[in-house]
């Protein structure tokens, strides 16, 4: 089975400018989570789709960074512009339905190293 | 509100020992718990998952208990190795149930 696939691994951009990441989900997974990792911290959940509609984007700043999951299944992350504190890790995670509630594990994809300079 | 607290920070052992890493957590009214690892620029990957009915959970040299009562959970790993070494991270749902919620994590390093 494949995993969660996230690309690009790295990018380095000047701050003010715009970045788009990319997430395509396990097969089949319904849920699909964007977490922020900042170093030395524990990942921070920015926005939650179920399916193709938002379940929670109350962590998201809303301000520079918006999100779509079209047709349900890939998705998107975008900063424009983009600040240094965005600096980050930002990881991708799909589970067949929502953790917590279900008891469904989360998988994780490796991640998009940010650097705003 | 709930808060994700996991002790040590930083941990350093020599290759054998069995060590234990803590997660503590404020709202015991979970349906489960998620350990995963992270290795350096890396993304997650889950270690095990206890459903609230459960006490432990085991895969290979690694054991998570959970005591819902006391809001806490370990995560006991055995004959410890240098490719062990890893950050360590337990999660658990916020209060109300549907989004999950990370601790800082653990940082282990185990020395050959």
């Known amino acids: 089975e494949a995993g969660v696939a996230q690309s690009p691994r790295y990018k380095i951009i000047e701050k003010r400018q715009s970045v788009a990441f990319w997430c395509n989900p396990i097969s089949g997974h319904a849920t699909l989570y964007w977490y922020q990792q900042i170093l030395g911290q524990g990942p921070k959940l920015l926005i939650q789709f179920q399916n193709n509609g938002v379940v929670d984007d109350s962590q998201l700043p809303k301000d520079r960074f918006s999100a779509e999951r079209l047709k349900g299944v890939d998705s998107t992350l975008k900063i424009q512009p983009a600040k240094l504190e965005d600096s980050a890790v930002y990881l991708c995670?799909?589970?067949?339905?929502?953790?917590?509630?279900?008891?469904?594990?989360?998988?994780f994809g490796q991640g998009t190293r940010l650097t705003v300079v | 509100k709930q808060e994700v607290t996991q002790i040590p920070a930083a941990l350093s052992v020599p290759e054998g020992e069995n060590l234990v890493l803590n997660c503590s957590f404020t709202?015991?009214?979970?349906?489960?718990l998620q350990w995963f690892r992270q290795d350096p620029g890396k993304g997650l990957t889950s270690l095990l998952l206890?459903?609230?009915?459960?006490r432990e959970q085991t895969s290979g040299r690694l054991n998570a208990s959970l005591d819902k009562s006391s809001g806490r959970s370990t995560l006991y790993i055995a004959a410890s190795q240098p490719g062990d070494s890893a950050t360590y991270l337990c999660?658990?749902?916020?209060?109300?149930?549907?989004?999950?919620?990370f601790g800082a994590g653990t940082r282990l390093f185990v020395k050959a």
């Open positions: 999660a658990v749902p916020n209060t109300g149930g549907f989004k999950t919620i």
């Open positions: 709202d015991s009214a979970i349906y489960n």
């Open positions: 995670a799909s589970s067949l339905a929502r953790t917590g509630g279900t008891g469904t594990e989360a998988f």
């Open positions: 206890i459903q609230s009915s459960q």
